[in-house]
């Protein structure tokens, strides 16, 4: 069973320049998320997909392998699915696991534990979750508790928080889905992993990439 990391990679971020090539605890995002899938040992092929050549040498230098896509699909306007779609029809592969380099506190240890829980399973596709043990509304409705009692928190149950941190997919649905038509990114049978609560930390702005170092050495000990 082949199993894929692909690490997108895109460099025109606007909220922070270049977030991808920027470091925590000195070495950039995406250098640690290659470090990082080739650490967990799970990966028959480790890919960063970029459609910017500037990546390609970074990828090489770590023992990666480089997949630019089009132009086109690096813009604000690209969707995962049409990026994560023209990868696929390029590398045969049973299974793809897109393992973000903006979650640098996902360790090791949990893509692992992801990969090896999906590979076991009959999902067809597999969300990183974190689990939320508080009260949570939706549009001021109550989602997990009700308005006519106060119930502990440890007796709720959790809400699960989709993280994107790392997402895996069996790749024929996916293409099926893509090629019908329909959404590929939640297509066949779905299933749900949690991760802890900082590996759902990702990096959009300056705040993020501050936490992420302060969090990092604590995460990482």
């Known amino acids: 069973m082949k199993r894929i990391a692909m690490i997108p990679a895109r460099m025109g971020s606007q909220r922070l320049k270049k977030k991808n090539l920027l470091p925590v605890r000195g070495v950039p995002l995406i250098t640690r998320a290659i470090r990082k899938c080739q650490e967990a040992g799970v990966f028959d092929e480790i890919w960063v997909n970029s459609e910017n050549a500037e990546f390609g040498p970074i990828a090489e230098a770590e023992g990666a392998r480089f997949h630019q896509r089009p132009e086109a699909l690096g813009d604000n306007n690209a969707t995962s699915e049409q990026f994560v779609k023209e990868f696929l029809d390029s590398h045969e592969?049973?299974?793809?696991?897109?393992?973000?380099?903006?979650?640098?506190?996902?360790?090791?240890?949990?893509?692992?534990?992801?990969?090896?829980?999906?590979?076991?399973?009959?999902?067809?596709?597999f969300m990183s979750?974190?689990?939320?043990?508080?009260?949570?509304?939706?549009d001021g409705s109550p989602v997990n508790f009700t308005f006519a009692e106060k119930t502990n928190s440890q007796d709720l149950v959790p809400i699960q928080r989709i993280v994107w941190a790392i997402t895996g997919w069996r790749r024929g649905p996916f293409v099926a889905a893509a090629n019908a038509g329909g959404c590929a990114t939640y297509s066949?049978?779905?299933g749900y992993f949690p991760v802890g609560r900082m590996a759902g930390h990702v990096i959009k702005t300056q705040e993020d990439l501050?936490?992420?170092?302060?969090?990092?050495d604590i995460i990482h000990a």
């Not at 793809?96 to 090896?116: D, G, M, N």
């Not at 979750?129 to 939706?138: G, K, R």
């Not at 501050?210 to 990092?216: G, L, N, P, Q, V």
């Open 129 to 138: 979750v974190v689990e939320e043990n508080l009260e949570c509304l939706y």
């Open 93 to 125: 592969c049973e299974l793809l696991f897109q393992v973000h380099s903006i979650a640098p506190l996902l360790t090791a240890s949990e893509v692992r534990a992801f990969v090896e829980a999906m590979a076991a399973s009959d999902c067809d596709a």
């Open 188 to 190: 066949g049978r779905v």
């Open 210 to 216: 501050d936490i992420a170092e302060a969090m990092f």
